[in-house]
């Protein structure tokens, strides 16, 4: 199992920043990649960002090139998400993931929202 606890959301306006973190512990050995994706009321969950271990590459929905950075410390199974000029259709419940051993797993999710 894999757990993994998410944390920075909160409320700020638009073109403000955040950042969030989310760390990762249990039968961590097999992660290779670790991402956010989000939800917004009414709407389904959608991918966000994404970075793969080996050599670092990330990946980033459309929606928040230019704006958003993924990060993250293999070592220590941790990944942020820069969130920069942020933008009140950003609003969305953020949640971290990950696979291990063929398995998905979800963190508990972290609220963002965004005032115009």
């Known amino acids: 199992q894999v757990q993994l606890v998410e944390s920075g959301g909160g409320l700020v306006q638009a073109g403000e920043s955040l950042r969030l973190s989310c760390a990762a512990s249990g039968r961590t050995f097999n992660i290779y990649r670790m991402g956010w994706f989000r939800q917004a009321p009414g709407k389904e969950r959608e991918f966000v960002a994404r970075?793969?271990?080996?050599?670092?590459?990330?990946y980033y929905a459309d929606s928040v090139k230019g704006r958003f950075t993924i990060s993250g410390d293999n070592a220590k199974n941790t990944v942020y998400l820069q969130m920069n000029s942020l933008k009140p259709e950003d609003t969305a419940v953020y949640y971290c993931?990950?696979?291990?051993?063929?398995?998905?797993?979800w963190g508990q999710g972290t609220q963002v929202t965004v005032s115009s």
């Open positions: 970075i793969v271990w080996s050599g670092k590459i990330t």
């Open positions: 993931n990950t696979n291990s051993s063929g398995k998905g797993y």
